[in-house]
């Protein structure tokens, strides 16, 4: 197993412009965002940042907020621009995002990475890691996704069984499937991916690099590996930079 970069805490993860490092996780539902953003954000020692378990955090405690939400989830849609943002910019302003974040589900509009562009002013580095997957898959993976109710910790039916059927194996929870996970329900938010989120990757790709692609049909301890692989280069040359 390889050991986190930062564990020893010598440095915190920036470039070698020492810019705070900002990771953004993209791809369409049940690519494998969630799955590797948890062992990635413990490996950087950044926070995982989840737009979707935001909303769900609301949905939760029962806010209008929440409600609001909903009622965009529920249809596979997205939530509009002007409710992600705010909540968004709120959660990455506090004290444990100031040497770098994960974005997981966000940004999933042009709108919304020129919005992050312009709050980020240049200030940080950003890598876009973009999880490649066909529609199949997708559904396949999608369709046995459950999660813990209690921690979000994700399993699945098939590829990522829980030791003990419909219990966390961390926390004991009740494991469950989302609302927005049934097939009728995730073949919309393909459709909805593919004419509002997609066209991120031409907008990441127009910035030097920036856009790392990650060949997500292979098994999750190959993806993880090759993630480590791309960041590889951008964590090593800031280990270098902070250690001068
Ligand atoms: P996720 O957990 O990332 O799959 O997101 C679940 C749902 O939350 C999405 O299908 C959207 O309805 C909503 N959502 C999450 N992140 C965003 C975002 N950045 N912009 C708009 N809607 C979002």
Not at 68 to 95: C, H, I, T, W
Not at 111 to 132: M, P, S, V
């Amino acid at each position: 197993m390889r050991t986190s970069l930062f564990q020893e805490n010598i440095c915190s993860p920036n470039d070698p412009e020492n810019k705070p490092l900002v990771v953004i996780l993209m791809g369409p539902p049940g690519a494998g965002k969630g799955t590797h953003a948890g062992p990635l954000s413990e490996h950087l020692s950044l926070p995982h940042i989840s737009t979707g378990d935001l909303f769900r955090e609301h949905i939760r405690n029962q806010t209008a907020f929440g409600r609001e939400a909903k009622g965009f989830m529920d249809k596979g849609q997205l939530v509009p621009d002007s409710l992600v943002l705010d909540m968004l910019f709120n959660r990455v302003s506090r004290e444990d995002c100031k040497n770098g974040y994960l974005l997981d589900g966000f940004p999933r509009t042009i709108g919304q990475a020129k919005a992050l562009d312009e709050r980020l002013k240049n200030a940080h580095r950003i890598i876009a890691l973009n999880f490649k997957i066909d529609d199949e898959r997708v559904i396949e993976r999608v369709a046995g996704r459950i999660a813990c109710k209690g921690c979000g910790r994700p399993f699945h039916k098939k590829f990522d069984p829980p030791k003990q059927e419909n219990r966390c194996d961390s926390c004991g929870g009740l494991l469950i499937q989302r609302d927005d996970d049934k097939e009728e329900i995730i073949r919309k938010r393909l459709e909805v991916y593919r004419i509002q989120t997609q066209p991120l990757i031409e907008y990441y790709k127009a910035k030097s690099d920036v856009l790392k692609e990650i060949d997500s049909r292979n098994t999750k301890e190959k993806v993880f590996s090759d993630v480590l692989d791309v960041l590889g280069d951008v964590v090593a040359a800031s280990l270098s930079f902070s250690r001068k």
